[in-house]
């Protein structure tokens, strides 16, 4: 400690305006990067780490040439939809959407084949082909061909024909995917050791143009999502209109970033405005602390520019967070000095300043340690935004406890506040109705807090990761709305993919199909007469029962496959199935225009691979993900015989899947590691058993109440709530520290325990009070979020640091006193 005093001597107190200019080129050089400062609501951003489904999903898209860069714009007239009128409002709505510069194309029921013609066969499908784009139809001949065309019904018409949707086209250029796929490869390299400097350097150039250029196609998209909405606005007049689809999801997910990032800061900020003037009634402890927390958040803002490092949906809340960990630091400082103001009243503002930082450099320090050691948890949670958070933080942390330790004391050298009359006076603080509560009922509290420990176990027992991305939203967002419209009229909308690959040739195939005794033309060949191509009657009768299978499910809304095409051309040749000879030749009796509508989407020859497209429905009340991917695989693998390694299940919902799934590993390793860290930190700092143990007590409680409380009310960890606990822990435990590295100072004047109590709640239980206040307040501010996750994470986080203070003020008090862990004086 003599050399940390002698550097304040030294440096700090006697030059605070060296120390102000030397920090503001600091600032000043993070505000250069401020325009690189992004946000990023991708696939990417919310998927394990090393997770390859997210790849997985990629190449199932480039092999069926499908993809869901779509808008999805749901369209329920207020009148008839199959009317001249009804159709031709639907068209102008269309036709508006389709002449944006960034839409490729548009789906609809106006520009679908129709397939009603009765001179229509496998032999005319090229010409007998109408639609209602292109020929007259009437309205009610088209509704009846739509809704007796296996493909669209739940697709682009509900069943009752009073809702229809226009896919809407968003192609990502091929661009996109050159860059991706180039610093995927030099990755790779790097990662596997037999990269070169010069691979090290290409790497560097292809991330930063990929970034550059994933963040203009953002802006281009956002855009047009902006331009897609004044649309539809001119449109709701004569219709319920909804949007949906990935892009805009994301769009809107970034929306929501951007709002929660200056909601919750401005937010934050009114909060520790108005708590520093009500607590402490002077503007130089409004002004002081104020600029220690912007300083930290403008320092990580610039940072993260610098590093370009993108703010995600978990990470969005780091800017509020730091704000009120920040103020917490300079709340202890404050109370801290207006104590020793109290004890002498005469002394120098500069003596007092620097016992000030004497005192409570060692506290504050264990206290950001331990902080983020909580944080740093995060790393090992195997969630990527998770992991991000975690480091954010960390780093944010360390920011935030240097600036204290040299802002504070070089503002306050500049505007040493006076005297205040409520300072010397000899009140005697609130928070001494909590000594005396512990005194008169310390068996009360032991009780209590064993029955509370009772239901935090129980409620544990109870924690599912099972949730729905709908119920992310609320219900006045239009992705909820638009979610609901889908799911309930238009087939479902997450998306799950199953892709059979067919088995290998055997070793003495010949592709000539006349080599077997079974003519392939004429007949069904048995099993070991192998050809290879789908186009096999048994091979298709094989791929109808994984259809039907997949169809029966309640959780499945839309399914469509090569089944789907094989029913449609069976009503296009009048009912009756195809024959070994028609289904050989399906690829070229298809025309080339519907090829990628009906053929493509599903079966790739090149690849050996067939598709099944499913809708999941996302409203579903009991929806069980891994439970109905688990009974998926098993009934392919087990009653349909393929082999597992040809079944792949992938799409948003494997990724998500794999995400929630991880939930409750993660939450076990963030919390093990974490009580381990602050365990091995106690034992260091106060080289105690028994005070370790003493200490963890009331963070043990505080911890399992969150997650107790949400096992109770039947709330699912999500990608938000699983933080919780172990942050809790991280800031809970700053109050214990705090507690007892007082209780001992105060304890060696007389020895009394029960008197150092009453003296421990009367001085540091009052800053422990109001950074508890303070913390507790922040949070609320995110209720305000449209993100419910984020809503959550505010309330319980809250309610955990309600807890603590509870538990640091009348349990941790308790324990000391019944077990009298400090050597006596």
């Not at 929660?260 to 002004?287: K, P, Y």
Request: aromatic fraction near 10%; hydrophobic fraction near 45%.
């Amino acid at each position: 400690m003599n050399r940390i005093g002698a550097f304040y001597d030294r440096f700090i107190l006697p030059h605070p305006w060296i120390v102000l200019v030397l920090f503001g080129a600091i600032l000043a050089l993070a505000a250069l990067r401020f325009d690189q400062f992004r946000l990023d609501a991708s696939a990417e951003s919310l998927v394990l780490e090393n997770d390859r489904s997210l790849e997985e999903y990629r190449q199932v898209n480039r092999t069926f040439t499908t993809s869901d860069d779509f808008l999805v714009v749901t369209y329920t007239p207020h009148e008839p939809l199959f009317t001249p009128e009804g159709l031709s409002r639907l068209k102008a709505l269309r036709d508006e959407l389709q002449a944006l510069e960034a839409v490729s194309s548009t789906n609809s029921i106006l520009n679908v084949p129709l397939l009603h013609s009765p001179d229509l066969t496998l032999d005319t499908v090229d010409t007998e082909i109408k639609t209602l784009d292109e020929h007259e139809v009437a309205p009610d001949t088209a509704r009846q061909a739509l809704l007796d065309n296996p493909m669209y019904p739940n697709l682009l018409l509900s069943e009752d024909a009073g809702t229809t949707a226009i896919q809407v086209n968003l192609p990502t250029p091929e661009r996109y995917f050159e860059l991706l796929n180039q610093r995927d490869n030099l990755r790779d390299r790097v990662n596997s050791g037999n990269a070169s400097a010069d691979d090290q350097r290409q790497l560097e150039q292809v991330s930063q143009e990929f970034i550059r250029y994933t963040e203009f196609l953002g802006k281009e998209r956002d855009a047009t999502i902006k331009k897609v909405r004044v649309i539809l606005d001119n449109h709701r007049e004569h219709a319920s209109i909804h949007l949906g689809g990935v892009p805009m999801i994301v769009a809107d997910m970034i929306r929501f970033i951007q709002n929660d990032l200056s909601t919750f800061g401005l937010g934050v900020l009114a909060f520790l405005l108005l708590t520093l003037a009500i607590i402490f009634r002077q503007w130089r402890w409004v002004l002081v602390p104020l600029l220690c927390c912007g300083f930290t958040v403008w320092l990580m803002i610039g940072f993260l520019g610098w590093a370009q490092w993108p703010v995600t949906v978990i990470s969005s809340n780091f800017i509020s967070l730091l704000l009120i960990m920040t103020l917490s630091l300079t709340i202890h400082l404050i109370v801290r000095y207006r104590e020793f103001q109290h004890d002498e009243p005469g002394a120098a503002p500069r003596d007092v300043l620097r016992r000030t930082v004497m005192a409570m450099i060692k506290p504050c320090f264990y206290m950001a340690i331990t902080t983020i050691v909580a944080f740093g948890s995060l790393t090992f949670s195997g969630i990527r935004p998770v992991i991000d958070f975690g480091w954010m933080m960390t780093l944010g942390l360390s920011v935030a406890f240097i600036i204290t330790f040299l802002v504070f004391p070089a503002l306050l050298s500049l505007l040493p506040p006076p005297l205040d009359s409520r300072v010397t006076s000899d009140r005697i603080p609130f928070t001494d109705a909590f000594a005396r509560f512990t005194e008169r009922f310390g068996g009360t509290v032991l009780v209590g807090s064993g029955v509370i420990a009772v239901l935090c176990v129980i409620g544990l027992s109870r924690l599912t990761v099972e949730n729905s991305f709908i119920d992310y939203f609320k219900s006045s967002t239009e992705i909820h709305q638009g979610m609901i419209t889908i799911d309930d009229r238009l087939g479902g909308t997450t998306p799950l993919d199953v892709v059979i690959t067919d088995e290998p040739p055997p070793e003495n195939y010949s592709d000539d199909p006349f080599a077997s005794d079974c003519d392939p033309f004429v007949e069904d060949c048995d099993e070991e007469d192998y050809r290879d191509t789908w186009y096999t009657y048994q091979k298709m009768r094989q791929l109808g029962d994984v259809h039907d299978y997949l169809n029966s499910l309640p959780e499945t809304g839309k399914v469509l496959s090569i089944s789907t095409t094989l029913d449609l051309l069976a009503q296009i040749n009048g009912g009756t199935p195809l024959n070994a000879v028609e289904l050989a030749f399906v690829p070229a009796a298809v025309p080339d225009d519907l090829q990628d509508i009906l053929l493509t989407p599903y079966i790739s020859e090149e690849q050996s691979q067939a598709r099944f497209s499913i809708r999941i429905l996302e409203t579903m009340p009991d929806l069980r993900r891994q439970d109905l991917l688990d009974r998926i695989h098993n009934h392919l693998t087990t009653d349909l015989g393929y082999a597992p390694e040809r079944v792949q299940l992938s799409g948003m919902t494997v990724m998500y899947n794999n995400m929630l799934q991880s939930l409750f590993d993660s939450q076990i390793k963030t919390i093990g590691v974490v009580f381990a860290a602050i365990m091995v930190m106690f034992l260091i700092l106060f080289r105690s058993l028994k005070l370790a143990l003493i200490g963890m007590a009331p963070n043990l409680i505080a911890a399992g109440s969150v997650l107790g409380l949400m096992g109770w009310l039947g709330i699912p960890l999500d990608m938000m709530t699983i933080t919780v606990a172990a942050i809790t822990v991280g800031i809970a435990v700053d109050d214990t520290i705090h507690y007892i590295h007082r209780f001992k100072t105060e304890l060696a004047k007389d020895g009394d325990y029960l008197a150092t109590m009453h003296r421990c709640h009367r001085s540091i239980g009052q800053a422990m009070f109001f950074t508890s206040l303070t913390i507790i307040s922040g949070f609320s501010i995110l209720v305000l979020s449209n993100f419910i996750p984020t809503i959550y994470f505010g309330l319980f986080t809250g309610f955990a640091m309600f807890m603590a203070l509870v538990g640091a003020l009348t349990l941790l008090p308790r324990l000391i006193i019944l077990f009298k862990p400090f050597p006596a004086p």
